[in-house]
């Protein structure tokens, strides 16, 4: 006689709620709860057969190895305690089998995990956080000592990875961007944290380096980035940022071989501010179509010159944006065009800043700088885990280091020309 799976089990328990919804005192509670535990039994089970390449109770004609029951498991998330049972497969560890949603010591979620860091950061106790824990949940959910373990285990990973070697990483994207905060309630004007996010070559979204700083302040940017190359990061492909000053100052120090991408969204921005809103919906129009359908860079910089052409004598203030930054708008049109829409703008720097934003607004206080950084970068390092990267191919690939090549040939030659330049004076 089959046996009915958890997950079937569970998918019953969900049905009747449902059924008699009208009789919780709070259903989107419960049946919140109950989904989630479904989705992550089912996730579990799923996981499993994938490894064994059959379903429950399917023959095949070669088999991996076989389903040994289930062991219960309880995971501690921020709905309260949540009671899976975790499917066993026969031999798991010499067939290297683990799983990778509740992975070998995996009792809480990071969930759980990031707002016992938040409460942390916010100036509370670990015993405070412990009874508040136990208050909104109405049972205990995590002891001083686990959030001990957690807040020390957070710090320490923070310092670690602000000491850790880049020089493993192929860079060919880096995106930069400040983010303003209010760490204290007070703080006029608000304090600016630099962000360094990169694209490698395998196509993986890494964070590079956080600080304290402005963005208007080249000094900031300058020491930033030389942190980071002291610690291996190798010069990128192309840079991506808005259009402080302080940024492109610093990058070209840094990084000369690095071509400069502009940000399109930034640049649109202070464009259509300088305009009457009447001309905004044809001029954003013609903005992105001008990326959109260009091939080149060549193509994109005269449709741009078509638009100055049109609005520079009513609006040359605005149009002055565009004629500045030309070069700089068009730079992506000289990569893959897989990629041209993803680096184009600092979108996804400023995705991560949201649930920056959000949590430190909640907690209002910082104990301190060390405390604000610190849960930055736990907020970015747990909302950044399950992003796709960027698509990288043999074509994409072969493109890219083409275009290497000739950065360091452009510049290699440059070089030459300077010297003889200098020798002949």
């Keep these: 006689m089959e046996k009915v799976a958890p997950s079937e089990r569970f998918r019953r328990e969900l049905d009747e709620v449902l059924a008699g919804v009208g009789e919780e005192h709070d259903p989107v509670e419960v049946v919140g709860r109950l989904g989630a535990r479904l989705i992550l039994q089912q996730a579990l089970e799923d996981e499993v057969t994938e490894f064994l390449g059959r379903r429950r109770y399917e023959r095949t004609a070669e088999t991996v190895s076989y389903r040994n029951g289930h062991e219960p498991k309880t995971v501690k998330t921020t709905s309260g305690r949540m009671d ?3 499917p066993r497969v026969r031999d798991a560890g010499k067939l290297g089998f683990e799983s990778r949603v509740l992975g070998k010591g995996v009792v809480r979620t990071h969930a759980l995990e990031s707002l016992v860091i938040s409460s942390f950061l916010r100036g509370l106790s ?7 824990l136990e208050e909104v949940f109405e049972e205990p959910i995590a002891s001083r000592s686990t959030v001990s373990r957690i807040c020390e285990d957070t710090r320490e990973r923070y310092r670690q990875w602000c000491r850790r070697s880049l020089s493993e990483h192929d860079i060919v994207y880096c995106f930069l961007d400040a983010i303003y905060l209010k760490l204290r309630p007070e703080d006029q004007p608000a304090e600016g944290v630099l962000v360094c996010w990169g694209v490698t070559l395998e196509g993986r979204k890494v964070l590079l380096g956080l600080a304290l700083g402005s963005r208007e302040s080249y000094d900031s940017w300058l020491a930033f980035g030389r942190d980071m190359t002291a610690r291996g990061l190798r010069a990128p492909a192309l840079v991506i940022a808005d259009g ?15 071509l400069e991408q502009r940000c399109t969204v930034h640049a649109l921005r202070n464009v259509t501010s300088k305009l009457p809103e009447r001309h905004h919906q044809e001029v954003k129009a013609r903005w992105w ?3 959109d359908q260009a091939r080149s860079p060549g193509e994109a910089s ?4 078509g638009i100055i052409a049109d ?3 009513a609006y040359p203030s605005a149009m002055a944006v565009i004629e500045t930054d030309l070069p700089a708008l068009v730079t992506h049109l000289r990569f893959p065009s897989e990629h041209r829409k993803r680096i184009r703008t600092t979108n996804l720097l400023e995705r991560t800043f949201v649930e920056v934003r959000r949590r430190t607004k909640v907690i209002g206080r910082f104990p301190g700088e060390t405390s604000a950084l610190s849960l930055i970068w736990a907020v970015l390092e747990l909302s950044s885990r399950g992003w796709r990267g960027v698509k990288m191919n043999p074509k994409t690939v072969a493109e890219i280091e083409r275009l290497r090549r000739q950065l360091r040939d452009s510049h290699a030659a440059q ?8 020798i002949a004076a």
């Design 302 to 305: 005269r449709e741009l010159q």
């Design 244 to 258: 402080a000053p302080g940024i492109w100052k610093a990058t070209k120090e840094l990084w000369p071989d690095a």
């Design 84 to 86: 899976l049972e975790r």
């Design 126 to 132: 670990t015993r405070d956080v412990e009874a508040a």
């Design 289 to 291: 179509k001008a990326f």
């Design 415 to 422: 070089a030459t020309t300077n010297t003889e330049e200098v």
């Design 311 to 313: 609005y520079k004598t």
